[in-house]
């Protein structure tokens, strides 16, 4: 009888410990969800910033990016400040479809791309991992442009002047030595 009794009052203890838990988190609930709903107030300020006038060299930026010209493009974002080429990137050339020229680099290490130095007048015959190794500098110059049928590649060879369009997915910094990626390429004839 008495393991009845004991079983019996910790049953009762468990329920009423279990159904305060259960209460706790239901109260809490609302105040989280104001906290969320402060939030978006808060980003505000942030969307006013993005909607600021560009610069003159950002607008300068932009004609150059509109402009095909890779160099002149790259020569160009580069010289903007770190927050000015952020901008650009995000409100213009993110996503954009482009039309770049350049000197094959290498067409094996990358099976579905073809990797372009867009500073031809740098080109001295490296492939990628002899650039990213010995002539880091350049990177920032380098557009590997995966393609969507890789099969395109055959009959080309290193060192060819070639022009691709393609979508910009990446951008190069000259800071990090990083280099352009562009997706859904083709070769323009």
């Known amino acids: 009888m008495k393991k009845l009794f004991y079983i019996g009052v910790l049953s009762a203890f468990l329920l009423a410990a279990c159904g305060e838990e259960e209460v706790k988190p239901k109260e809490e609930t609302p105040t989280e969800e104001k906290e969320v709903k402060e939030d978006p107030t808060k980003e505000k300020p942030v969307t006013a910033q993005t ?3 560009p610069s003159e060299a950002q607008n300068a930026t932009i004609e150059a990016f509109k402009s095909n010209d890779f ?5 160009a974002f580069y010289g ?4 000015e080429r ?3 990137y995000r409100s213009t050339v993110e996503g954009a479809m482009v039309t770049w020229t ?4 290498d ?7 073809i990797i372009v130095m867009g500073k031809t007048d740098a080109y001295n015959g490296a492939d990628w991992i002899t650039l990213g190794n010995e002539n880091a500098d350049l990177v920032p110059y380098v557009i590997i442009v995966e393609m969507t049928d890789p099969s395109v590649k055959t009959g080309l060879k290193k060192g060819d002047s070639i022009t691709l369009k393609g979508e910009v997915g990446a ?3 000259k800071e990090v030595n990083y280099n352009w990626k562009l997706y859904k390429g083709e070769i323009v004839k």
């Open 71 to 75: 160099m002149k493009f790259a020569d």
């Open 107 to 113: 067409l094996d290490t990358v099976k579905d791309s």
């Open 102 to 105: 350049g000197i094959i680099t």
């Open 86 to 88: 952020s901008d650009v």
């Open 80 to 83: 903007l400040s770190a927050s």
């Open 51 to 53: 909607e600021a006038s």
């Open 171 to 173: 951008r190069g910094d």
